[in-house]
């Protein structure tokens, strides 16, 4: 097979991995978290996520045998990269309230009791 074609194919696993990756971490994680967090969280991990699908890939398609050290190795840092972005989703769903409005405007609520048959103007 031409070089070309292999380029063209990572380059396409490359693509779909990415798109699934950042539609399976919003239905897994929850779209609201993803909202919460900074763009550059989400763009290193769901990167990096779908580099080490694409040479995982690329490990086993040039030995001999798929399973081998390269590999295994991209599967434990997948595994890792997984667990981080798990880890930044459960920071961002612990913390989604903390954001204290009334605190920084200095506005809060309060019950008025009226008596009955006293007018408000």
Not at 58 to 83: D, Q, Y
Not at 88 to 114: C, F, I, N, P
């Amino acid at each position: 097979m031409p070089p070309f074609f292999l380029r063209l194919a990572y380059i396409s696993e490359f693509l779909i991995a990415l798109i699934a990756i950042l539609v399976g971490w919003s239905e897994i994680g929850g779209q609201s978290h993803l909202d919460l967090m900074p763009w550059y969280d989400i763009l290193v991990l769901s990167t990096s996520l779908a580099l080490v699908v694409v040479f995982g890939t690329m490990a086993a398609v040039r030995h001999e045998k798929a399973w081998n050290f390269r590999s295994i190795t991209c599967l434990v840092a997948g595994l890792l990269i997984v667990g981080g972005m798990a880890a930044v989703t459960y920071y961002y769903h612990m913390h989604e309230d903390d954001d204290d409005d009334d605190a920084v405007t200095g506005s809060h609520a309060s019950l008025v009791h009226r008596p009955p048959g006293s007018v408000c103007l």
